[in-house]
């Protein structure tokens, strides 16, 4: 894949309406020690902020279609009425001929009817975050009393399709259920769940730069989606949507991944606190990549700023050699740059810790994606993979 313009894509601002808190204490989550950088504060975002926001991350845009993403902690921690609020502001934008969508990710435990019905309302997409079936959800998963979040998860799914809300899930591939690739699986379409993401999770001691022990193992995460893949080759191609296989098969064909982690650079996607601090992504909330604050700033300036060019740049400049030089990098592009954490054979730091997970998931999935891409160039069906499986 060719290096584009930076923003030649639609350019993306998460928002933290909440910060990081949340009435979870999941065992791996990386953004709980966010709130050191906010000690004093409240961590709610105010209307004034809200207002700006929304003005500015709409003027940003290079065309009427725009997404919203609100993002926790627990985004659901905030009142419906702050929801409400959101919509009233957006609203006198799309009387202008934008097109105006909002995505939600939440643990899931809080909503009810009232949440569910603003939500089909208004047409928002909820991500649920659930890990599989209860004994390996709960494993990390769990309230801030220790009790296990599960029944509630599942309570508020429940709700979702009652009132016919669009849903998906995003899974964390963790050391625990990564054993258990079709558990995981069969369970999320028992759920009736038709998109699914999958994030693996690998994370450093802070002090140490040891790898934390719920990290993925090296041959886990590859094992986890070879063996999916193989299921889903075989019986869901068109019925069930695995954004890690998606994304493979549009960078098969040469067009754009959804999965920002195989693009050739970043910076595309930037992250918004509850005070209007932005940074230069979701991952990278820290003094070294804050861009400056939307009451001093624009989206539009710091988004488009030397220092988040050069942040996106530098996942493609920053190479190793090793990397350089991979069959699979057309689909690969090193990776999300959180994980480059370790050296290659010739000792240059940037590889990244699932490197050789990639080579041997692309290495599997390979001759069915060239036929799903003979297929699509062909204007047939890719799902007809199914048959030459």
Known sequence: MSIVAPFARPLYVMAKPIGSLCNQQCTYCYYLEKQKLYASSSFLMDDLTLQTYIRQYIEAQTQPQVLFIWHGGEPLLRPLSFYKRVTELQKAYTDRGYIIDNSLQTNGTRLNDEWCEFFREHNWLIGISIDGPQELHDHYRHMRDGAPSFPQVMHGIQL??????????????????????????????????????????????????????????????????????????????????????????????????????????????????????????????????????????????????????????????????????????????????????????????????????????????????????????????????????
Not at 183 to 198: A, L, M, P, S
């Open 160 to 389: 979702l399709k009652k009132h016919g809300v669009e849903w998906n899930i995003m899974g964390v591939v963790n050391d625990s259920n990564a054993d258990h690739p079709l558990d995981v699986y069969h369970f999320y379409k028992e759920t009736g769940c038709k998109y699914i993401q999958f994030t693996p999770i690998v994370e450093q001691d802070r002090q140490t730069g040891e790898l934390q022990p719920f990290s993925v193992r090296p041959g886990q995460y590859a094992h986890f989606c070879c063996t999916i893949f193989d299921e889903w080759v075989r019986h869901d191609v068109g019925q069930v949507f695995v954004q890690l296989f998606d994304s493979t098969l549009a960078c098969w064909v040469g067009e754009a991944p959804s999965l920002c982690a195989m693009w050739p650079t970043c910076g595309h996607a930037a992250v918004i606190e509850h005070n209007g601090d932005v940074y230069s992504c979701d991952h990278f909330v820290d003094a070294d990549h804050l861009l400056g604050n939307i009451r001093h700033d624009t989206i539009t300036s710091m988004m488009y700023s030397r220092r988040q060019v050069q942040f996106g740049r530098d996942k493609h400049d920053l190479l190793p050699r090793q990397c350089k030089e991979c069959q699979w990098r057309f689909a690969c592009n090193g990776g999300c740059p959180k994980d480059c954490i370790c050296h290659t054979e010739q000792g240059e730091p940037g590889l990244n810790y699932l490197c050789q997970d990639y080579r041997q998931f692309f290495a599997h999935v390979a001759p069915y994606m060239d036929f799903m891409k003979n297929e699509l160039l062909n204007q047939r069906a890719p799902a007809n993979v199914m048959q030459y499986v």
